[in-house]
């Protein structure tokens, strides 16, 4: 079964870093794509950054492109979300998806989903 499990998400002030991370386990794709995803409360889910286990590509939304940093560790299947800067805009659910195959920011491409991790920004 697969599966995945967010952490590190919390209360933090504005201008403030965390760190998410998301391991994944249960799985034996050749090539796989994780994914940061986010929802706030009335707002749509943003796809936040992903990356490729194969070739390390990565992708990063408009609004978070130089204040997020994507990366994994393929030998313990963990994606993390280095999140700097943060600001109460960031303030949502986090979650991180996995399919098997090449990179996409397209949700819907995304067969497996962890359970989310909160992440709360304060002016």
């Known amino acids: 079964e697969v599966q995945l499990v967010e952490s590190g998400g919390g209360l933090v002030q504005a201008g403030g870093s965390l760190r998410l991370s998301c391991a994944a386990s249960?799985?034996?794709?050749?090539?796989?794509?994780i994914g940061w995803f986010r929802q706030a409360p009335g707002k749509e889910r943003e796809g936040v950054s992903s990356?490729?286990?194969?070739?390390?590509?990565?992708y990063y939304a408009c609004s978070v492109k130089g204040q997020f940093t994507i990366s994994s560790d393929n030998a313990k299947n963990t994606v993390y979300l280095q999140m700097n800067s943060l600001k109460p805009e960031d303030t949502a659910g986090y979650y991180c998806?996995?399919?098997?195959?090449?990179?996409?920011?397209?949700?819907?491409?995304?067969?497996?989903w962890g359970q989310g991790t909160q992440v709360t920004v304060s002016s």
């Open positions: 998806a996995l399919r098997d195959g090449s990179l996409t920011r397209n949700a819907l491409e995304y067969h497996y």
């Open positions: 249960g799985f034996t794709f050749d090539g796989y794509a």
């Open positions: 990356i490729s286990s194969s070739d390390g590509n990565t």
